[in-house]
């Protein structure tokens, strides 16, 4: 099972890719996808959009993992992330891929982190989970804890956002992916305006 | 001059074309793009993108005119709305289009509505302003009423949020759009993440 993590922004979108085999982890690759700030919203969700799906083309996960966001600081900076969000969620769907969505909490619990340690001590855990020496930004340490999310602790308590649209990627699936569908219930789904 | 306006929601887009010759306006084509409320959001976010860039091709506007969003009933709408919002600002500028907004009050005193009037009014005066017996739909007559603002007031007042990429795409912004430009300074960006 590989699984691409997504840490979305609008000016920074971290992604990470990790693969269990027979109960190990191996990391597979990670970055950051940067947009020029000064550039328009659109050219930068194009960029963004792009970038993420070449990553997606590139490392061909068999599903996609992504933060549930429950939390806000205000409503604008909400309508923001939720345009890095759409076009990232988009690149995922347009591959057939399925998206889970964990919440923050279970993201630090599965990498052993509390609820109220910051991203420093995620990276630190992240690490040492992947035996990697450090990871350069936040953003990329995020999206890694949230693909080991989905493989550690994803089988029984992921909450699928996503389905695949063909007979093709639901046969790549994995069970994992299959236990969350019928566990789908507990998916809260966002208002719809 | 030929604008597509479109009112963005994650369960229904709508989308209006309205073309300026010599003063003269004239209505091109509405329609709503419905998804399945049932469905994964990733999902919904690929019938909607898909949809709306088949209506860019269909009828090959020059611009595109959004209404900009400044009040918000609660950040988790705000978030849910970014989404879709985001998909469709994609799908703008993947097709090398400028895009602009403009806040809801003067998109309804272009159509000459009043603060206070509904959706009700707006679909009225639309009818009035291109002619048409009726528009089925709410999404349909308020993106009808946002190329309507682009066309009757824009030339001065528009806020880009998006420029085109290419040379290409630049020789079709027309003036309005290039007008538009050097009043960028006024453009509020949203806040990053």
Redesign the interface.
Same mark, same amino acid.
């Given at each position: 099972m590989r699984v691409l993590g997504v840490d979305p /922004? !609008? $000016?920074?979108m971290g992604y990470g890719v990790v693969e269990e085999r027979r109960g190990r982890l191996t990391h597979v690759g990670h970055g950051v996808i940067k947009v020029d700030?000064d550039a328009? #919203?659109? =050219?930068r +969700?194009?960029v963004l959009?792009a970038e993420l799906a070449g990553a997606l083309s590139k490392y061909r996960p068999e599903a996609v993992s992504v933060e549930g966001?429950f939390t806000?600081r205000?409503?604008? !900076?909400? #309508?923001? #992330?939720? =345009?890095? $969000? /759409?076009?990232a +969620? #988009?690149a &995922? &769907?347009?591959k057939g891929l399925p998206?889970f969505e964990y919440p923050p909490a279970r993201v630090k619990r599965s990498v052993g982190a509390g609820g109220a340690d910051g991203k420093d001590a995620v990276a630190r855990m992240v690490c040492a989970l992947l035996k990697l020496e450090a990871i350069e930004r936040a953003d990329a340490s995020d999206a890694l804890a949230v693909a080991l999310c989905h493989l550690n602790q994803g089988r029984a308590a992921g909450l699928?956002?996503?389905?695949s649209?063909s007979a093709r990627s639901k046969s790549r699936k994995g069970a994992a992916a299959l236990l969350a569908d019928r566990l789908s219930p507990s998916y809260r $789904?966002?208002?719809? $305006?």
């Amino acid at each position: 099972m590989r699984v691409l993590g997504v840490d979305p /922004g !609008s $000016r920074f979108m971290g992604y990470g890719v990790v693969e269990e085999r027979r109960g190990r982890l191996t990391h597979v690759g990670h970055g950051v996808i940067k947009v020029d700030p000064d550039a328009p #919203l659109p =050219h930068r +969700l194009m960029v963004l959009h792009a970038e993420l799906a070449g990553a997606l083309s590139k490392y061909r996960p068999e599903a996609v993992s992504v933060e549930g966001v429950f939390t806000f600081r205000n409503a604008r !900076s909400a #309508l923001v #992330l939720g =345009h890095a $969000r /759409g076009v990232a +969620l #988009l690149a &995922a &769907a347009q591959k057939g891929l399925p998206v889970f969505e964990y919440p923050p909490a279970r993201v630090k619990r599965s990498v052993g982190a509390g609820g109220a340690d910051g991203k420093d001590a995620v990276a630190r855990m992240v690490c040492a989970l992947l035996k990697l020496e450090a990871i350069e930004r936040a953003d990329a340490s995020d999206a890694l804890a949230v693909a080991l999310c989905h493989l550690n602790q994803g089988r029984a308590a992921g909450l699928v956002v996503g389905t695949s649209r063909s007979a093709r990627s639901k046969s790549r699936k994995g069970a994992a992916a299959l236990l969350a569908d019928r566990l789908s219930p507990s998916y809260r $789904r966002p208002e719809a $305006r």
